[in-house]
């Protein structure tokens, strides 16, 4: 059964640094992309990065390209996002889900969420 759970969320002030893991279970990341997502209160779900299965290459919007970074540890069968230079708009619950490559449009699974809040 497939699983993912991510954590590494919490309170930060603005220009601070985070780190959100994305842990898998019940598959191996070779076999799926894992794209992380973003809602804040009140706004449309937004995806913020996704990394590949298949090579490891990586997609992400302009806006947060600089700052946010996905990777993934195929032995850990875990999917990082390291995000730098908060701001207060970042603040939003994160998600990671499975896909059958970056651009799929279709799911295979989600994780809970975490919350993210940027403010001083």
């Known amino acids: 059964q497939m699983q993912l759970v991510e954590s590494g969320g919490g309170l930060v002030q603005p220009g601070g640094s985070l780190r959100l893991s994305c842990a898998a279970s019940g598959f191996t990341l070779d076999n799926y992309a894992i794209a992380w997502f973003r809602q804040a209160s009140g706004k449309e779900r937004e995806e913020v990065s996704c990394i590949s299965g298949v090579d490891g290459s990586t997609v992400s919007p302009d806006s947060v390209k600089v700052r946010f970074t996905i990777s993934r540890d195929n032995a850990k069968n875990t999917v990082y996002l390291q995000m730098n230079n908060l701001k207060p708009e970042d603040t939003a619950v994160y998600y990671c889900?499975?896909?059958?490559?970056?651009?799929?449009?279709?799911?295979?699974?989600w994780g809970q969420g975490t919350q993210v809040t940027i403010s001083s």
């Open positions: 889900a499975a896909q059958s490559s970056c651009f799929a449009t279709e799911y295979a699974g």
